[in-house]
């Protein structure tokens, strides 16, 4: 089997990573990839047309997509209509993602539990609506935003900042229209789940660490770090998770006629009152699918193919018990202003303390050596028999990676003990 894996960052990495386990699996290329992707062959284009033809000329099997960006660009569609295999929703149901109002009114629809909202087109009823909600108040561009769209405004002036700085253009079109919502309390869960839209399996729990700061505090980010399982998501959690968000959204999707054949990740609040959508992704999370896959003992490339073939329900995953930690190592500043082509070094010894290291921002300069070239840089992640444990075997290996200009937080998964 010949794979394509869209996208470049630590996600795209363990993908690669674990489906070059599989016997069915000859070769992987990766685009763009990073070339300390060995498991891949990198090709150097992100144009979806070439892509296709990459794919058509090269006879992939199956073509891979991480971001959301090309999914919900219509990668799925085009593919299709040239009868390239491909893994991920079409254009239509990548709009879960692409829009915080049609993810919303997707939800009504189907009596999938989520925060009450009021989406605004222009400033005036921004302004207006984010009165009329007790704070703290949730803001969200509605577009696409990259992780940076959404704000948690406690104070009135806040609020009306973040409705400002989406009307201002601070994230393009994205924040053309807005989505006002009702601030959630409780501790939040990634659920992540592969269908076919007829079948679904969720995968195993985990849980990311948004804020920048230790302590969730701090600015919103791609994501500090990962974990699973997560405690959180305890059986009686399980189950209304399986009933009030998982079969309805797959039952909506059959009603809208969406093709779905790919990875559906519900951030959800664990409130008092049991779980609660507050967004949906399309796509693997990053960074929890570098915590989720070195837990999963069956062949990747198998699921996947099954479900771009609509034969989902033939499969059943296996999964190990222990736990798996992932902590990023970001650039100093990050998500502000950082620093590319720092040099880091001591990775072999952070592998050979028993870590996997997933490359996700990173370059290679002219001595071959390896740099830093993003602001999420490097991802590593241990597994252990005790949360505690996977947490040591971890920080023993962040700590052996030599790169001064790294910032990392010190208390990924440590919520997770609590419990
Ligand atoms: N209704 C809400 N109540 C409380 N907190 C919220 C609410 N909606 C969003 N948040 C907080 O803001 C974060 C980002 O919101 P959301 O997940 O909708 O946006 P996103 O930018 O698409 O994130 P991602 O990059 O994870 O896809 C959430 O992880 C959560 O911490
Ligand atoms: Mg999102």
Same mark, same amino acid.
């Given at each position: ?30 685009? !763009? ?128 900042? @973040? ?10 079109? @994205? ?53 699973? !399982? ?97 902590? +990023? ?13 720092? +040099? ?37 992640? @241990? ?14 290996? +962040?700590? @052996? ?19």
């Amino acid at each position: 089997m010949k794979i394509l894996i869209i996208g470049s960052g630590g996600r795209e990495h363990a993908l690669a990573w674990k489906l070059a386990q599989s016997p069915r699996v000859e070769k992987i290329y990766c685009a !763009p990839g990073n070339p300390n992707i060995r498991e891949a062959e990198c090709i150097d284009t992100d144009n979806l047309e070439e892509l296709a033809d990459f794919a058509a000329v090269h006879q992939i099997d199956l073509t891979v997509v991480g971001p959301e960006a090309p999914l919900c660009e219509g990668i799925v569609d085009l593919f299709k209509d040239r009868e390239l295999p491909i893994f991920g929703p079409d254009s239509k149901a990548a709009l879960l993602e692409g829009s915080k109002n049609f993810a919303k009114e997707f939800m009504l629809r189907h009596g999938i539990p989520t925060a009450s909202y009021t989406c605004c087109h222009n400033r005036k009823d921004a302004l207006r609506e984010v009165q009329r909600y007790p704070l703290p108040v949730v803001i969200k561009a509605d577009g696409l935003a990259a992780g940076k769209g959404v704000s948690v405004a406690t104070t009135a002036a806040e609020a009306e900042e @973040a409705v400002n700085a989406c009307f201002s253009g601070e994230f393009g079109s @994205a924040g053309e229209t807005v989505v006002v919502e009702e601030c959630l309390i409780g501790e939040e869960a990634s659920i992540i789940a592969l269908t076919d839209g007829r079948s679904i399996i969720p995968l195993v729990s985990s849980q990311d660490h948004k804020r920048a700061g230790e302590n969730d505090t701090g600015p919103n980010t791609g994501g500090m770090g990962a974990y699973s !399982p997560a405690p959180v998501v305890n059986s009686g959690i399980w189950n209304r998770v399986e009933k009030e968000i998982i079969q309805p959204f797959l039952m909506g999707c059959q009603e809208e006629h969406f093709d779905y054949r790919g990875i559906i990740y519900a951030g959800v609040m664990i409130t008092e009152n049991g779980p609660k959508v507050l967004e949906f992704n399309v796509r693997f999370g990053d960074p929890e699918t570098q915590a989720i896959l070195p837990r999963l003992k069956s062949d990747l490339s198998e699921a996947m193919q099954a479900a771009v073939e609509q034969r989902l329900h033939e499969i059943s995953l296996e999964w190990d018990n222990r736990h798996a930690v992932c902590v +990023v190592l970001a650039a100093d500043g990050y998500p502000g202003k950082y620093q590319k082509g720092e +040099v880091i070094k001591g990775l072999e010894k952070a592998e050979n303390a028993g870590a996997l290291i997933f490359h996700a921002g990173t370059g290679k300069d002219s001595q071959g050596q390896v740099i830093s070239n993003g602001g999420r840089v490097l991802g590593i992640t @241990a597994l252990g028999e005790t949360l505690p444990e996977a947490i040591e075997k971890a920080y023993t290996a +962040v700590n @052996a990676v030599d790169w001064p200009g790294a910032y990392f937080r010190r208390d990924i998964a440590r919520r997770g003990c609590d419990q």
